[in-house]
C-alpha cells in the first residue's frame, strides 16, 4: 500500500521560493497520478497540480500559474512542487495526492493522501 509522506514545508518571505517534496514511505510512486492540494487557514482545500505517471502536468489554480511546478523522479520515489514569487495567499497546508489512471482536481477523487507541510509565507 503506498504512503505518501510531504516534507519541505516553512516560513518564506514573499517573493522567496520553497520546493516540496512528496515521498514515497511505503509503495512505488510510477503507476500513479500525484497532485498537490493546499488548504489555506478557513478555506476548502483546493487542488494546485497534477502529474501523471508519464510526466505531463495540469495545472488547476489560476493563482500558481507560471510560479508553480511539479516535477517527479521515479528513481527517488518522489514528486516535487517548486514554488517561486511566494505570496502571503499561498500561505497553506499542501498535501501531495495519489491515485491511479488519471489525475484528477477532485478532492473526493484521490484514493491516498500525505498528512501535509505547512508553508507559511511572511515577513
Known amino acids: 500500500q503506498l504512503q505518501l509522506v510531504e516534507s519541505g514545508g516553512g516560513l518564506v518571505q514573499p517573493g522567496g521560493s520553497l520546493t516540496l517534496s512528496c515521498a514515497a514511505a511505503?509503495?512505488?510512486?510510477?503507476?500513479?497520478?500525484i497532485a498537490w492540494f493546499r488548504r489555506a487557514p478557513g478555506k476548502e482545500r483546493e487542488a494546485v497540480l497534477c502529474?501523471?505517471?508519464?510526466?505531463?502536468?495540469?495545472d488547476y489554480a489560476d493563482s500558481i500559474k507560471g510560479r508553480f511546478t511539479i516535477s517527479r523522479d521515479n528513481a527517488k520515489n518522489t514528486v516535487y512542487l517548486q514554488m517561486s514569487g511566494l505570496k502571503p495567499e499561498d500561505t497553506a497546508t499542501y498535501y501531495c495526492?495519489?491515485?491511479?489512471?488519471?489525475?484528477?482536481?477532485?478532492?473526493?477523487?484521490?484514493?491516498?493522501w500525505g498528512k501535509g507541510t505547512l508553508v507559511t509565507v511572511s515577513s
Open positions: 495526492a495519489a491515485r491511479p489512471y488519471y489525475c484528477s482536481n477532485f478532492v473526493g477523487d484521490m484514493k491516498i
Open positions: 502529474i501523471t505517471d508519464s510526466s505531463s502536468s495540469i
Open positions: 511505503e509503495g512505488a510512486l510510477e503507476d500513479y497520478h
